[in-house]
C-alpha cells in the first residue's frame, strides 16, 4: 500500500502588537521517505535512529541473505554528491549535497512512485535506477516489520500531535523564533514535518532539517509531544538561521570575529547548534512543558553547557521580540570564556572546528577525517592538499578556523620552512631532529593553536599523536615537542 497521509494546519500565530500572521504547518507521513529513512537506518549511516536500528537487529531481518544484500548493495551506491554555494562566510551554508535533496524529495513525494519520477536527473542514472530498485526490494520487509504493524496506531498519534499543535499555537513560536534570527522566511512558506515511525515508547529519535522541511522520526505510543515539539522547533531555528540574509550573516560573522576576547571564534562554532538548543529545548520546552527540563538539552559537553549559560540571554530576546545583534553577540562570547576558561587548550574543543592540511594522497584523506573523528567530536572542517599549494597557503593566512591542523608525510624540512612565512611562532619551537616523527603543538599570539604530526605514509604515527592528544586532554604549552617513535 503506497500512500500519504497528511494534515494541514493553519495557526492565528498572533504576537502582541501584531497583526495576524498564518504560518502553515504541515505533519505528514510519507512512505517514500519512511523506505528512504530504513534504508539508511540499517546500513548504519550517520544521522539515523539507534532505537530504529536496534529494532531491526532484534528481528528476524538481520539473518534474510535477501536483507543483507540489499544492505551492501545500499552501502556501495555513492549518491552523495557535494557541491558549493559562494559567497556565504565560514561555517555557513557554503555547501549542499545530492543526499540533502534525496531525502527532501523523499519526504515530499508521499510515494516512491513520485520519488522515482521527481529525482530523475538528479543523480547519474544508473544510480538512481539501482537506489529505486533497492527500495521496491526493501519495501516488502518494512510493510511487515513496521509499516502494516504500526500505522493505525501512528495515525492516531499524528491527530492527537496535530491537536496538540494547534491547542499550543505553535505558529507564534515560529514568528518569535524567525524575528529574533532576522530571517528571510516567507508567510506563505509551510514548515512540513514529515515523521517516521519508531516502534515503541521510549527510545532515541533523530529530526534533520532539510528546508522546509523537517526529516523526524517519532516513537509510536509515546505521547510527550512537548519533548518532541522542542526537537522539532530546534531543528527549525536551523533553518532559520541559515535563512539569514546574506549581508546579515556576515555582519554576524564579523561581530564574533571582531570580539576584544580571543574566545569570539569558539563562540562563533557552536553558537548555530547553541542557540538552537537554547531555543528548541530549552525556551520552547519550557513554554509547552510549564517549565525547563532539568535533564541534558544535548548530547555535547559544550553545546549542552554554553545553551544552558546563554538561555537568559536568548528568552530575553525572543521575549522582547528583538533580533540577535552587536550587544548580544557580546555577551554571547563572554559568556563562553566564563562558562569554558580553559577552552583554548581543550582538545575536544580544538577539534570541534579545524583546518586540516596534508601531504598525503587523496585516497587517503578521508581516513585522517575518520581517525581524527574516533577520537573527537568534529562539527566543521576543511581540508586542503597537497600543504604548498598556492591555495591552502592561502586558506592558512586566511585562518577560517581556529585550529590549524598540519600532516606531514614528506619532505618536513622545506614543508616546515615554508610555514613559517604564514606562521611566524614556527621560528622559536627548533626541531632538533626534523627527520624524526614528532608532534608540534602550540599557541599562536592571538590565541589560535597549531599542531602539526609528522608521520610515516602509513599514518601510523599520526594514529599515535591522536591518541596521545586524547589521553593530554589540554594542551601543554611547557612541553610542544613530543617524539613519536619512542
Not at 576576547?261 to 562563533?268: E, N, R, T, V, W
Not at 525572543?318 to 563562553?336: A, C, K, N, W
Not at 567530536?377 to 591555495?391: D, G, N, Q, V
Request: net charge negative; with cysteine.
Amino acid at each position: 500500500m503506497k500512500w500519504i497521509l497528511s494534515l494541514i494546519l493553519f495557526f492565528p500565530g498572533l504576537l502582541s502588537g501584531q497583526q495576524t500572521i498564518h504560518i502553515p504547518i504541515k505533519f505528514q507521513v510519507s512512505k517514500a521517505h519512511c523506505l528512504f529513512n530504513f534504508m539508511e537506518t540499517i546500513s548504519g549511516q550517520p544521522e539515523t535512529s539507534p532505537s530504529l536500528f536496534n529494532y531491526f537487529l532484534e528481528s528476524a531481518l538481520p539473518g534474510d541473505r535477501k536483507v543483507q544484500a540489499l544492505i551492501q548493495n545500499w552501502k556501495a551506491t555513492d549518491f552523495d554528491f557535494q557541491y558549493e554555494i559562494p559567497g556565504y562566510p565560514p561555517r555557513r551554508k557554503g555547501y549542499g549535497s545530492t543526499l540533502e535533496q534525496l531525502e527532501m524529495y523523499a519526504a515530499r513525494a508521499g510515494e516512491l512512485d513520485n520519488f522515482e519520477w521527481w529525482t530523475l536527473g538528479l543523480i547519474p542514472n544508473s544510480l538512481h535506477q539501482k537506489t529505486i530498485a533497492i527500495l521496491r526490494s526493501i519495501e516488502p520487509y518494512y510493510d511487515s516489520l513496521i509499516w502494516n504493524p504500526q500505522l493505525d496506531s501512528f495515525s492516531i498519534q499524528i491527530s492527537q500531535l496535530s491537536a496538540y499543535a494547534e491547542e499550543k499555537e505553535l505558529s507564534k513560536y515560529l514568528t518569535a523564533i524567525r524575528g529574533f534570527y532576522g530571517s528571510n522566511w516567507s508567510d506563505e512558506m509551510p514548515f512540513v514535518v514529515s515523521l517516521y515511525p519508531i516502534p515503541g515508547h521510549t527510545g532515541n529519535i533523530i529530526s534533520t532539517p532539510r528546508s522546509n522541511m523537517l526529516l523526524c522520526g517519532m516513537l509510536v505510543g509515546n505521547s510527550q509531544f512537548d519533548g518532541l515539539m522542542g526537537i522539532a522547533l530546534h531543528e527549525i531555528a536551523h533553518t532559520l538561521y541559515q535563512e539569514q540574509p546574506k549581508a546579515f550573516q556576515w555582519q554576524l560573522f564579523e561581530w564574533f570575529d571582531s570580539a576584544a576576547s580571543s574566545y569570539g571564534d569558539f563562540a562563533y562554532s557552536y553558537i548555530n547548534e547553541a542557540l538552537a538548543t537554547a531555543i528548541g529545548n530549552g525556551w520552547v520546552y519550557e513554554k509547552l512543558n510549564g517549565s525547563l527540563n532539568q535533564e541534558d538539552w544535548y548530547a555535547d559537553h559544550y553545546i549542552d553547557r554554553y545553551a544552558k549559560a546563554i538561555y537568559p540571554i536568548v528568552k530575553q530576546y525572543l521575549e522582547r521580540e528583538q533580533t540577535i545583534d552587536e550587544p548580544m553577540v557580546q555577551e554571547l562570547v563572554s559568556v563562553f570564556e566564563q562558562t569554558f576558561p580553559f577552552a583554548i587548550f581543550e582538545y575536544q574543543n580544538l577539534f570541534n572546528d579545524f583546518q586540516l592540511f596534508s601531504d598525503v594522497a587523496d585516497q587517503q584523506v578521508p581516513r585522517l577525517i575518520e581517525m581524527v573523528q574516533e577520537n573527537f567530536r568534529t562539527s566543521s572542517y576543511l581540508i586542503s592538499t597537497p600543504i604548498l599549494a598556492s591555495e591552502s597557503l592561502a586558506r592558512m593566512e586566511q585562518a577560517q578556523s581556529s585550529t590549524r591542523f598540519f600532516v606531514i608525510t614528506q619532505r618536513v624540512r622545506q614543508t616546515l620552512g615554508r610555514l613559517e612565512t604564514s606562521i611566524p611562532e614556527l621560528k622559536q619551537y627548533q626541531v632538533l631532529f626534523p627527520d624524526r616523527p614528532f608532534m608540534l603543538r602550540f599557541l599562536t599570539a592571538d590565541k589560535h593553536a597549531v599542531i602539526i604530526i609528522h608521520s610515516d605514509r602509513e599514518l601510523v604515527e599520526f594514529k599515535k599523536g591522536l591518541t596521545f592528544l586524547k589521553e593530554e586532554v589540554r594542551l601543554n604549552v611547557l612541553e610542544p615537542i613530543i617524539w613519536l617513535d619512542d
